[in-house]
């Protein structure tokens, strides 16, 4: 597991000063009702000086967490991510205690059902500006039940704006006054549709994807492993990267610019020496972009060359 350090002050002091000593006696197993949870909920912290023993307890050691869910955190990686840090100059921080620390969230706010009903809500409202058929179903999860202070604020993230998928999560943010904020996420099962191009013939690997024919469909996006093309995409020029089947759902991923000089095929090779310029008929032994050195084998005298492609099935052999 990713054990992940934030600080909230940097502290100064003379530099013939010897940095005070912070000890944190981890304890074996102990159950939180927040997440980040911080080095002050998983140890005891001694010192002689007040800010170095604040700083330290302001050690973030785990961002999430899942209700129920032991989240095992190890004395060498905390010490390792420690080490890491320069800001630990201004004190030194002794680990003691039990090896592993075993951190488990007691469970959800009290009002969740009603939170959840909210982040369906907003889920829902944020899929429904850009998708049809929209569908948001929340994923049964066994909650355990905290009481969270009296006056706590809840804000829900969506997630960042892209192709909705099959399982997607809002977090839910409770900030209690007084108390470090903390979040849950609330998973729900999407369904979303939005017109996508069909192929209505099959595809081999390599084909011309403006020439094979395409319908625009409704499809229910979360299902694709990538995004679908606008209506206005302009095919030509484009390739596919695999076989594709009659009635596959065009995505960005699935197509590649075709090179400008394919392998097999005719192409013009130009030999150019000031204002010398002859041009022969040739095959592409190698397939290639503008740019690239390819190898192709004169028309004429049978031979093999080496050029950069400069268009089109074409190209240029340099004197």
Request: charge should be negative; aromatic fraction near 4%; charged fraction near 20%.
């Amino acid at each position: 597991m990713r054990v992940l350090l934030m600080t909230a002050m940097v502290l100064s002091m003379p530099a013939a000063a010897l940095p005070p000593v912070v000890t944190a006696t981890l304890q074996q197993s102990v159950r939180v009702t927040h997440v980040p949870v911080s080095l002050a909920d998983v140890a005891h912290i001694d010192s002689r000086d007040a800010d170095c023993a604040r700083y330290m307890a302001t050690l973030i050691l785990l961002q999430t967490a899942m209700p129920g869910i032991p989240q095992i955190l190890r004395r060498d990686e905390i010490e390792a991510q420690m080490a890491s840090a320069p800001v630990l100059q201004r004190c030194t921080l002794q680990l003691e205690g039990a090896d592993t620390t075993a951190v488990v969230l007691k469970g959800v706010p009290a009002n969740m059902n009603d939170l959840i009903r909210r982040a369906q809500q907003t889920l829902q409202e944020t899929l429904v500006d850009h998708y049809v058929n929209v569908v948001v179903t929340p994923v049964k999860t066994e909650f355990r039940p905290i009481e969270v202070t009296a006056g706590a604020t809840f804000k829900f993230n969506v997630p960042a704006q892209g192709i909705p998928r099959r399982r997607m999560a809002v977090q839910v943010l409770v900030q209690a006054p007084d108390e470090l904020g903390w979040s849950y996420p609330v998973w729900f099962d999407v369904q979303a549709s939005a017109p996508a191009w069909t192929t209505t013939a099959e595809l081999h690997a390599g084909g011309d994807v403006a020439a094979v024919g395409k319908r625009r469909e409704l499809v229910d996006v979360t299902q694709l492993a990538g995004e679908p093309l606008p209506e206005d995409f302009n095919f030509d020029g484009y390739v596919s990267k695999a076989p594709l089947p009659e009635g596959s759902v065009l995505t960005r991923e699935m197509l590649v610019r075709a090179p400008q000089v394919i392998a097999g095929r005719p192409v013009s090779l130009q030999y150019q020496s000031g204002e010398i310029r002859i041009e022969v008929s040739a095959t592409a032994l190698q397939s290639g972009y503008i740019g690239d050195r390819v190898r192709v084998r004169n028309g004429r005298s049978d031979q093999d060359v080496m050029g950069e492609v400069n268009g089109p099935g074409m190209v240029r052999v340099m004197p």
